[in-house]
């Protein structure tokens, strides 16, 4: 008797979770806690709470007795370069106005929207955390490329984490198989964490920076597919009459 109890009421919840009401409260949930954590983050960053972990992640990726060698063979320097550029600004702009473009020609034009409102409030809310939290690079170790603006958040891992994200809501929505859809989401997360590892790597930016980028894209991320999945169908693609 407990089996079919405990299996109706499984199916329940998966049944109210796929409802309306069930993913506007997840997505909710979701923004809420990339709210709460980002400014936890922010505050013990603030209290030096985080510098300890932080020294130590940034250390234990450099050659014991020279601060100025990442450890690994220098290809490994060169392909963390690679994979920074992947997160930079003039990769994801190209990437999303493309995106942006097609989706636009495509009269997917609420999608269209959605992605670009989605990615340009994480770099916007990127650039006035750094200028409210006012925090300097790392002086720990030599930097490996060069940088232009305060450290917290990381501006690289916070965009990436938006625009891969929700880049990959969209090509998810074309999708049936649902085994399709997790290999779509794990490469696109496996891509998000190389670029903030690689600005740790770098030496640009501290732990808790990325961290706290993540947390800020992935939150717009989620905002954006939140307002993408109760888009009706026939406004995902507004034909021309």
């Known amino acids: 008797m407990t089996r079919p109890l405990l299996s109706s009421r499984a199916d329940a919840a998966r049944a109210w979770l796929s409802s309306s009401g069930g993913s506007l409260f997840v997505g909710f949930f979701l923004v809420a806690i990339s709210l709460w954590g980002l400014l936890t983050l922010g505050g013990e960053m603030l209290e030096g709470e985080t510098l300890a972990i932080d ?27 690679d994979i920074t550029g992947l997160g930079g600004a003039t990769l994801v702009t190209l990437v999303v106005s493309g995106t942006v473009i097609a989706l636009w ?9 959605v992605v670009a409102i989605v990615v340009i409030g994480a770099q916007l809310s990127a650039n ?39 880049l990959a809501v969209v090509l998810a929505r074309g999708l049936h198989a ?25 030496g640009v930016h501290w732990p808790s920076d990325v961290l706290a980028g993540w947390t800020l894209g992935a939150g717009w991320a989620v905002l954006g597919g939140l307002t993408l999945s109760f888009t009706p169908a026939q406004t995902r693609s507004v034909r021309n009459k």
Do not use: Q, W
């Open 105 to 113: 020609r495509a009269t997917r034009r609420y999608e269209a929207a």
């Open 55 to 81: 020294r130590r992640v940034l250390l234990a990726l450099r050659s014991p007795g020279d601060l100025n060698d990442p450890i690994g063979p220098r290809g490994l320097e060169e392909a963390m370069r």
């Open 178 to 202: 649902r085994r399709d859809r997790a290999a779509l989401y794990i490469l696109a997360l496996v891509l998000i964490f190389c670029i903030g590892l690689s600005r740790i790597y770098l």
């Open 128 to 166: 006035l955390l750094k200028t409210t939290y006012d925090r300097p690079r790392p002086d720990l170790v030599p930097h490996h490329m060069a940088v232009y603006s305060e450290s917290f958040p990381s501006g690289h891992s916070s965009v990436a984490a938006c625009a891969y994200l929700i």
